[in-house]
């Protein structure tokens, strides 16, 4: 059997490969009153991706009446535990109010969420547009950075008061680093003392949490074909919290964000010159250090604190400590 036959085949099972259950899903919702499942041609379903809690499926379906509709499907992944029904229901509510506002960035809108084995589904416009990498080199124009602060900015505008009910996260931008800095007790030795005293120094102040997106790395982000604004996809990891912890999921420590020499100053400049509130190097440092510090902890967990792998992590986590003038 070809693999076209092998997919008619399986299309109606209730479980299987991803596909069938996208498929699945897209006739559900499309399915209008009076009709038969089979008024709707799924097409063919396209894997785009995963992420941490989904994995995405896209296709375009013909109805009934010879319309065309281009939909993402967000399949949960089996290993998620039941509050991905909690996290999908907060991320529909989410990309439903960022729909009434004006916002220099595209979302894509919520068609319907369905029940299936693990969770919920979710169906979303496809919104097309240009995949972003966001080193320097392969991205068009050369400046990576001008994205993502624009990008960041305009999330951290957004009023956080209507979402407070239903977003989970902290209540003030020092509260996030507190709980955040945590990880840190378990660093070892001189090197976690260092840190952490850096850390507490550099502490951000006690004001109220902005939206965050969480994971504005360049699978999240399109460019607009014609110049338009850019779409910002997968909301899933949206919370309220520091802003700096968006860019700094971004940075990651790295000595040469984007790969360029002075990246994260860059970065800081563009999105200073868009946001209404400045942030500093050393607000993304304080995350930064504690990304870093976590990633070490986990190599030690599973590789032994002698191991190369953690030795180059925790001269990573120092490297970056360095650079913040903490050592």
Known sequence: MNELGFREGNREMPRGP????????????????????????????????????????????????????SLVVRLPRPEVEDDQRIGARREEHLLRHLQTLELPFLVPRVVSTVPVEGGLAVVQEWLAGIPVDLRASRFPGGRPWELVGRVAAGVHAVDPE?????????????????????????????????????????????????????????????????????????????????????????????????????GLQRLLEEYNRHAERPLSGADVHVYELCLRGKLYLDAVADHGAGSAHAESLQRAMIGVLRRAGGA
Not at 28 to 49: A, F, H, I, N
Not at 211 to 222: E, K, V
């Open 18 to 69: 991803g596909w069938a259950m996208a498929a699945s899903v897209l006739r559900e919702v499309l399915t209008g009153p009076g009709q038969g499942r089979e008024s709707v041609d799924v097409g063919w379903v396209q894997y785009l991706g995963e992420g941490l809690t989904h994995v995405t499926y896209g296709a375009t379906p013909r109805l009934a009446d010879g319309q065309e509709r």
């Open 162 to 262: 209507p979402l407070r009910h239903a977003l989970a996260g902290f209540g003030s931008r020092q509260e996030h680093a507190l709980a955040f800095a945590g990880v840190l007790e378990s660093v070892p030795g001189s090197d976690g003392e260092d840190v952490r005293g850096w850390v507490r120094g550099h502490l951000p102040p006690d004001r109220p949490s902005s939206l965050l997106h969480g994971d504005l790395l360049g699978q999240n982000l399109l460019l607009s074909w014609d110049d338009g604004p850019p779409v910002v996809l997968d909301w899933s990891e949206a919370t309220l919290g520091d802003p700096a912890y968006d860019l700094a999921i971004v940075t990651r420590g790295a000595r040469r964000p984007f790969q360029v020499t002075g």
